[in-house]
């Protein structure tokens, strides 16, 4: 008798460094949530610094301030009793820092189950839509998440039959990031690719610090296991009432998790050429050779398990997944003429965001799943 649920236990393998992002109260601020000294960040303990000899009444005084050189002057020599833990922070940044979730009853740093999710829908959407008209779709305006998935209300979602568990990692790190952009000379002549220094100030050079954000990272091979349950008897039960039936129906057939998994790596190989030849043909700002050979190499893993059958495919997530990736992906099948914002004249979705650490320069998000049992 067929199963109701089909789990399946999987194992998740950082393959680029990854970051789930939180809420912006979250985020660390330098001078409220922590002071960089010695390239370590040091995470400030509220209760710990009441219980020392700090002056909360100065300290208050400087947080009203804002003049955080001052309060990281007045708290730089008892930052070893009033921390409660530290970090690796080779690079100094003014944006806050970006933190990943960490749940402080198992802890562990949880990549959520609902973020696992999402990556795998934009996939999803662009297996199914793929062989429809791009201006048809387009008329469906914000109706073409229900046209395409169907309608939670009636339960025809595609979606709900598919659910993932979270995994939970043991250690983060901090990495820097900078935005590689497409800008214009003074001259106005053609686009081309560099580094994003200031709000108005992009060119061929690059700089650590300067419009950089630092992200709490997952990081290169980290690996985790959680588990990603099908429902394909439900599913055949309301299918008959579903657009895109025989796309759907072609994913729950036989093994509905090795079909998934084929078609999130199908959509990841698209997107890597797509964005292999956007770098290529923007290749003027510094180390974009770096960044070329990271994709490569990740179109490289996505082609080898490919031939898996359905057992391991390579996904793209989360922070710096960047707008093709997040809307399925069907809009373009050229990322180097996405056109011009009719209202304000530039070019759009020409940013790019970049992790810089021990000298690679590669984007965000790449994870790796193998089903295990």
């Avoid at 208050?60 to 730089?76: M, P, R, V």
């Avoid at 820097?176 to 003074?186: E, S, V």
Wanted: glycine share 6%.
């Amino acid at each position: 008798m067929e199963t109701v649920n089909q789990k399946h236990k999987v194992k998740a393998t950082v393959i680029s460094p990854l970051s789930i992002g939180q809420s912006s109260e979250k985020d660390w601020v330098e001078g409220i949530d922590y002071i960089r000294a010695d390239n370590t960040l040091y995470h400030l303990n509220m209760q710990l610094m009441a219980d020392s000899d700090i002056s909360m009444e100065k300290l208050s005084a400087l947080y009203a301030s804002g003049e955080t050189n001052k309060i990281k002057d007045y708290l730089q020599g008892k930052l070893k009793e009033i921390h409660d833990f530290s970090m690796n922070m080779p690079i100094s940044s003014v944006n806050p820092v970006k933190t990943f979730y960490f749940n402080p009853i198992t802890a562990k740093y949880v990549l959520s189950g609902s973020s696992l999710k999402g990556a795998i829908r934009s996939a999803v959407f662009h297996s199914l839509v793929q062989n429809e008209a791009i201006d048809e779709l387009h008329r469906k305006g914000n109706g073409l998440d229900r046209y395409v998935f169907g309608d939670i209300a009636d339960g025809t979602n595609f979606m709900r039959f598919i659910r993932i568990g979270d995994f939970d990692f043991e250690k983060t790190e901090l990495i820097n990031t900078k935005i590689y952009n497409l800008w214009k000379d003074h001259a106005g002549n053609k686009w081309q690719g560099g580094w994003k220094h200031k709000k108005a100030d992009t060119n061929c050079s690059f700089n650590d610090v300067g419009f950089n954000t630092i992200y709490e990272c997952l990081m290169p091979r980290a690996e985790a296991y959680g588990f990603i349950m099908v429902s394909s008897l439900l599913y055949s039960n309301i299918s008959a009432q579903m657009r895109f039936k025989e796309e759907k129906d072609r994913i729950m057939r036989g093994s509905p998790i090795h079909r998934l998994f084929s078609v999130v790596n199908e959509a990841t190989l698209s997107y890597l050429e797509k964005e292999i030849r956007f770098f290529e043909a923007y290749p003027q700002g510094r180390y974009s050779e770096r960044i070329i050979a990271s994709l490569k190499h990740y179109h490289e893993l996505a082609s080898t398990l490919s031939a898996s059958n359905g057992n391991d495919c390579l996904v793209k997530m989360s922070a710096g997944t960047g707008f093709h990736s997040i809307t399925g992906d069907w809009q373009y099948d050229d990322y180097t003429k996405t056109g011009c914002d009719y209202q304000t004249g530039k070019k759009r979705f020409k940013s790019r965001k970049i992790a810089c650490f021990n000298g690679q320069f590669t984007p965000m998000g790449f994870l790796k799943l193998q089903i295990v049992e």
